[in-house]
């Protein structure tokens, strides 16, 4: 499932009698488990996929830019460890593209990169 949002739009099939469509109810609910975010991690692009969590939005800032075909760039990460002296310190380094369309908003994981280090 791609990164993004979702939302579900009821409504009824027809054909339908003259009268019109009958009255319905519909009741939608959505889960979804997903990687956390790790608050020990930053970049100066920002995360525009934590406004999508109650626990970052309110922080949440991105700063995205255009990479064109034949283009490398450099995205910065400073990772802030805490814990204890001697603790090995596994994650995941994701690395999205997004799309804004005037239709929805979309992206997808280009690239998973992971990464350990001990706490010293």
Same mark, same amino acid.
């Given at each position: 499932? !791609? @990164?993004?949002?979702?939302?579900?739009? +009821?409504?009824?099939?027809?054909?339908?009698?003259?009268?019109?469509? +009958?009255?319905?109810? *519909?009741?939608?609910?959505?889960?979804? *488990?997903? /990687?956390?975010?790790?608050?020990?991690?930053?970049?100066? @692009?920002?995360?525009?996929? /934590?406004?999508? #969590?109650?626990?970052?939005?309110?922080?949440?800032?991105?700063?995205?830019? #255009?990479? %064109? @075909? $034949?283009?490398?760039?450099? =995205? @910065?990460?400073? =990772? !802030? &460890?805490?814990? +204890?002296? $001697? %603790?090995?310190?596994?994650?995941?380094?994701?690395?999205?593209?997004?799309?804004?369309?005037? /239709?929805?908003?979309?992206?997808?994981?280009?690239?998973?990169? &992971?990464?350990?280090?001990? =706490?010293?």
């Amino acid at each position: 499932m !791609t @990164p993004g949002l979702w939302y579900a739009v +009821p409504s009824e099939a027809g054909p339908h009698p003259a009268g019109g469509a +009958p009255a319905a109810t *519909a009741t939608l609910t959505m889960s979804a *488990a997903t /990687q956390a975010f790790d608050s020990s991690v930053s970049s100066p @692009p920002g995360d525009f996929w /934590q406004l999508g #969590t109650a626990a970052f939005a309110a922080s949440a800032g991105y700063n995205l830019f #255009t990479v %064109t @075909p $034949g283009q490398a760039r450099t =995205i @910065p990460v400073t =990772i !802030t &460890p805490s814990g +204890p002296a $001697g %603790t090995v310190v596994r994650g995941t380094l994701y690395v999205d593209d997004f799309v804004d369309s005037m /239709q929805f908003l979309s992206g997808g994981q280009l690239m998973a990169l &992971p990464y350990a280090y001990m =706490i010293g």
